[in-house]
């Protein structure tokens, strides 16, 4: 079956560095989009950013634009999020998601996701 593995979160402080890497497995992913998103306490979950695995084309929210970069190993099979100068505002809980919509800014475009990682970041 399919799996989502994501990996490298923990506590930064600001302005610090981190990155999150997220596994596929399962299922070969060449036409799916990837996705990056996260949850804060009390908050709905939030699109970060997304890539398509066979164009390589990048999206990105705009809280993280010029920030984060996600990008893709074809063979790991493997999706990464680069985040660099973090703030507090960026704690939350990271999913990675596997999709086939156009949608890929919404939750409702995934299929797949993964367990989630804590991001930490200290003021």
């Known amino acids: 079956q399919v799996q989502l593995v994501e990996s490298g979160g923990g506590l930064v402080q600001a302005g610090g560095s981190l990155r999150l890497s997220c596994a596929a497995s399962?299922?070969?992913?060449?036409?799916?989009?990837m996705g990056w998103f996260r949850q804060a306490p009390g908050k709905e979950r939030e699109f970060v950013a997304a890539i398509r695995w066979n164009s390589g084309n990048t999206y990105y929210a705009d809280s993280v634009k010029g920030r984060f970069t996600i990008s893709r190993d074809n063979a790991k099979n493997t999706v990464y999020l680069q985040m660099n100068s973090l703030k507090p505002e960026d704690t939350a809980v990271y999913y990675c998601?596997?999709?086939?919509?156009?949608?890929?800014?919404?939750?409702?475009?995934?299929?797949?996701w993964g367990q989630g990682t804590q991001v930490t970041i200290s003021s």
């Open positions: 998601a596997a999709g086939t919509t156009v949608g890929i800014r919404s939750p409702r475009g995934y299929d797949y």
């Open positions: 399962g299922r070969t992913f060449s036409n799916y989009s």
